[in-house]
Structures are given as C-alpha cells and as structure tokens.
C-alpha cells in the first residue's frame, strides 16, 4: 500500500541545510514538490523562530504551523503567532551550571527573547540578546535554558552534564560544547502532536525525515575492535559495535536512511567466529540508553526467532511479570546503578 502523508515533518540542520547553514537545491526543490502537491509542511527544529524564519521564508512556505524551540514553541505563520508555549523553572539548573561550569555561557529563552550571562560567539544567538547576573536568569520561568562552553573539549563538557543530574528536565547535546535544556517531556515530537491535534491529523499519518551525522568513528563507546555513532538530530543517537573493520566515513559526514556505513563482524575482529551487529540507541547524552524497539520499526519478534538460545530474562520474585517482554525493557544509564539489583532474582545467583 502506498503511504501518502498528511503532513511532512522536516527538520531543520542535518536535513535541510548543511553545517554552513546551506541548502541544495535539490532539497529546496523536494520541499516545493511537496508543497505543491498540497500536502502541509511543519518545520520542527530546535531553532528558536527568529533563526527558523529564515528558512520558511527561503522554502515560500504557504501560511502553517512550526514547531520551534525543540518542541517548547509552537507558532502559525503569517501572521506570526504563539499558539503554545511550554516553560519551567530555570532557578536549579542555572545555579547548577553556574557552579559547575563557571567560564560557560548560559542562555535563558524568553519568548523570542535571549537573556545571557555573558556574549556567545557571533552568530550563534539570534534575535535581542541581553546580558544579565546568574541570579537575573534564574528570576523567572523559561522555555529553554541552553549552555554553551566554547573553550571546553567535548570530553570535558559532557562530563559537566553528568554532574548536572538532570532528572526533572529535557535535555539534548549539540555539537561544540552546546547543551540544550528543556522542560520534562518537551520535545519536538510533543510539538507536533499539538499541531496534529490542531489539524485533526493521526501521528501515523505524519512522515518525519531525518537521516544522521556521524559522530564518532572508533571512539570511546566500546564494543571493539571498531564502532560507529550517528546522530539522527530527534533526541536519539545510533551506536553500531563490533563491526569487521574501521567505517570509511569521517566526523560531520552526513548519512542517509539505508546507506551502508559498516560491515558487521564480532569481538574476536573477525566476521566468522560469533558474527552480530551490535546495536545501541542513546540519547544525545549518548550516556542513556534506550530500548530499540520503541524507537525503530522493525519485526522485532520475528528476529528473536533467529538462533538457537530462547530469549530470557532473570525476574524479581518481588514483582515476576516486570520487564519480560521485549516490548517493556526500561532505559538505563551508563555508570548509573544496576536496575536489576534485585533482592530476589530467579534463578538465585550463585
């Protein structure tokens, strides 16, 4: 059966543009088709609008809906106008970032409005930016808090939001030292459900395009002898471990969906003696890790019935039908405590 969308769902950079904030023209073309075609087009960006206008305005979008601010703001335009606004208290993340990071800067953002610690580097701010005290910044609700550390590497930076301790807000990490934080549960996909309600349009009957930026060849991830991560600019990142040899591909090179990017093998660095693919999903963090078959569609199922070991999974005598099904495994984070530590696990432990 041929899918034919209601809505297309575009991201912004990795999709539309290029790292120089380009975009070929074939893109711009695709774009028009799809307009054309009269089928409505929603960017959905973690630009705030000032920025996202420039490039509704480059497309000739007809009048729509946007979702800016990683989901935080939804907005008609023209006329412009805030149809949603989700903000929260920004008090205990700024201090927090103020302590731990005192040469970062730090952005509040209010409305269309910026208010900062300090100057970010050109460019990078758009619209009126004003500077203020930690204090002035924390004063009142937000609906992003972004921090950005130009002088930090990205081992160091990433290292400062695990001390956060972010548990009662969003957050996402950019590329050169940017983290983006938002209220709990606010992401792009929360704009756009307020957009499908508004239009009276099904989730599945939305197409959302976004390939992914390779983001590390070989790095620190594990799972030798070689590994590879793609970020997919929604939140989530692709880890792939024990693969046959070093992928040809480089930091900032762009991927598209079904593209091959490496050759499985195993941890012996052969392909023959225990071949599989190793396969994380993980948040921008790339510190937490999610279960993969809430976010990629596939016959799940149907692949568990491959090999020859019956798929298991130890239980908590306290509470047995908990996290036995494929379908309900919980996230976890890398370095955090053990979530099956349980006081009774079946079968006993030696």
């Excluded at 480059?58 to 149809?83: K, Q, R, Y």
């Amino acid at each position: 059966m041929k899918f034919s969308p209601r809505l297309v769902a575009l991201d912004i950079d990795g999709t539309l543009v290029d790292p120089f904030g380009d975009m070929p023209p074939e893109v711009h073309a695709a774009v028009r088709r799809v307009v054309d075609a009269g089928v409505p087009v929603v960017l959905s960006t973690g630009r705030s609008w000032i920025s996202t206008e420039i490039i509704f305005t480059h497309l000739d979008l007809p009048a729509g809906w946007a979702v800016c601010s990683n989901g935080a703001m939804v907005i008609t335009n023209p006329p412009f106008e805030v149809h949603h606004e989700t903000r929260f208290d920004p008090r205990e993340t700024v201090h927090r970032v103020a302590e731990l990071a005192p040469s970062a800067c730090i952005a509040v953002q209010d409305g269309l409005h910026w208010r900062v610690n300090r100057p970010f580097p050109d460019g990078e701010l758009q619209g009126d930016v004003a500077i203020e005290s930690i204090d002035e910044l924390a004063s009142r609700e937000v609906s992003r808090v972004i921090v950005r550390d130009p002088h930090s590497s990205e081992e160091v930076f990433n290292g400062m939001v695990g001390q956060l301790g972010l548990h009662e807000v969003a957050y996402f990490i950019g590329w050169s030292a940017w983290l983006d934080i938002a209220p709990m549960g606010v992401d792009k996909a929360h704009g756009l459900r307020i957009v499908c309600d508004e239009l009276g349009i099904e989730p599945a009957e939305v197409l959302a395009i976004g390939d992914g930026v390779v983001i590390s060849v070989d790095g620190r991830g594990g799972a030798p002898p070689h590994n590879l991560m793609i970020d997919h600019s929604n939140g989530f990142v692709s880890f792939y471990g024990h693969l046959l040899q070093r992928p040809a591909l480089h930091n900032g090179q762009y991927v598209a969906r079904g593209q091959e990017v490496a050759l499985s093998g195993d941890m012996y660095g052969t392909c023959h003696a225990a071949p599989h693919l190793h396969l994380e999903v993980r948040d921008r963090t790339t510190q937490r890790l999610h279960n993969p078959v809430d976010v990629i569609e596939a016959d799940w199922h149907g692949i568990l019935l491959l090999g020859a070991a019956p798929l298991t999974f130890e239980r908590d005598l306290e509470a047995p039908r908990r996290w036995q099904s494929i379908d309900d495994q919980p996230p976890i984070s890398l370095g955090g405590p053990p979530l099956n530590d349980y006081a009774q696990p079946w079968p006993a432990r030696p």
